[in-house]
């Protein structure tokens, strides 16, 4: 147990709608990364917080957005889903140097 | 632009062979870390190493070592006596320091056999 979080672990939804994507670092740790793991793209960072701040984008689509809250929990807000956005997203905390992987999110766009 | 390429998509090998897994990287920058992550089986994502551009030495942890070579801009990855448990995809990475930004391999999936 990695002891990130994330929620839900498998989500099903149709093309056009909108969702959330939740995760919970490890206690203590100030960095949330979120990532995509698709068969088309490959494993891919989107973006990162650091203590409640916007760090770094990646390959984020406009349509997708993040934000990481006081009590240091993050959410991915995916939005106008498209087909393509079908895959396994996962939030990783950072501390010593390590990174912790959540479990992932299965995402399945119909 | 960096870049990172895992030429190997795939490696099969037998229990307790030594098995090296390639990745070569691309950078302009200076200064900039690598990274391994194995990805089982069952899903998650696991760091293995993080390794500093200015940190040449090879590491060993158990049957896992690294080669870092700044000369053919490569990081390489051995297991040595393979076993059917290191059967995953292995995934190499780059981030250049301050963007805080990640550059992954496409992955080689390895197949201990018993």
């Known amino acids: 147990d990695s002891g990130v979080t994330q929620t839900p672990k498998h989500l099903i939804t149709a093309t056009g709608q909108r969702v959330t994507l939740r995760c919970s670092p490890r206690s203590g740790d100030l960095s949330v990364y979120w990532y995509q793991q698709s068969l088309d793209q490959g494993l891919q960072f989107l973006i990162q917080y650091y203590n409640g701040e916007e760090r770094a984008k990646g390959n984020i689509l406009e349509r997708f957005s993040a934000q990481q809250f006081p009590d240091l929990h993050s959410e991915l807000n995916l939005s106008s889903l498209e087909l393509g956005d079908s895959a396994l997203y996962f939030c990783?905390?950072?501390?010593?140097?390590?990174?912790?992987f959540g479990p992932g999110t299965r995402l399945l766009v119909l | 632009a960096q870049k990172v390429t895992q030429a190997q998509t795939e490696i099969s090998v037998v229990e307790k062979e030594d098995v090296t897994l390639d990745c070569v990287y691309e950078t302009r920058d200076t200064t900039y870390y690598l990274f391994w992550y194995k990805q089982p089986p069952s899903g998650e994502l696991v760091f293995l190493i993080r390794?500093?551009?200015?940190?040449?030495q090879n590491e060993i942890s158990g049957r896992y070592s690294w080669n870092f070579q700044k000369s053919t801009s490569s990081f390489n990855f051995t297991i040595t006596a393979s076993q059917v448990v290191d059967s995953a995809v292995y995934f190499c990475a780059l981030s250049v320091k301050g963007t805080y930004k990640y550059i992954f391999g496409t992955g080689t999936r390895l197949k201990v056999l018993a």
């Open positions: 390794r500093n551009s200015f940190d040449e």
């Open positions: 990783a905390s950072e501390g010593q140097e390590t990174q912790y």
